[in-house]
């Protein structure tokens, strides 16, 4: 069975870190290029950092650079968002998701994606 899995959201002050953790099963990351997207209530969903088959990083959002930082472990077959700094403004649901041929900001381009979890930030 195909899944990704995303956890480690939760509730965390401004300035404040979480690190989400997207495991997949049924297939290797590695043979993909697996972006972490997210959205908040009444907003698009928006492509915060991606990484490619060759491990290349494409920060998919200016908003996010140098606090937000993709990840992979090969031997767990996972891929980590460790997120920094947080702001008010990151708060949505986070997505990891599979795309076929490239680290695209656009999610029409993902094939796959993960349930979801929440990250709330907040005083």
């Known amino acids: 069975q195909l899944q990704l899995v995303e956890s480690g959201g939760g509730l965390v002050q401004p300035g404040g870190s979480l690190r989400l953790s997207c495991a997949a099963s049924?297939?290797?990351?590695?043979?993909?290029?697996i972006g972490w997207f997210r959205q908040a209530p009444g907003k698009e969903r928006e492509g915060v950092v991606c990484?490619?088959?060759?491990?290349?990083?494409?920060t998919l959002t200016d908003s996010v650079k140098g606090r937000f930082t993709i990840s992979r472990d090969n031997a767990k077959n996972t891929v980590a968002l460790q997120m920094n700094n947080l702001r008010v403004e990151d708060t949505g649901i986070y997505y990891c998701?599979?795309?076929?041929?490239?680290?695209?900001?656009?999610?029409?381009?993902?094939?796959?994606w993960g349930q979801g979890t929440q990250v709330t930030v907040s005083s």
């Open positions: 049924g297939f290797t990351l590695s043979e993909y290029y």
């Open positions: 990484i490619s088959r060759d491990g290349a990083t494409p």
């Open positions: 998701a599979l795309a076929l041929w490239v680290c695209s900001s656009d999610f029409r381009q993902y094939n796959f």
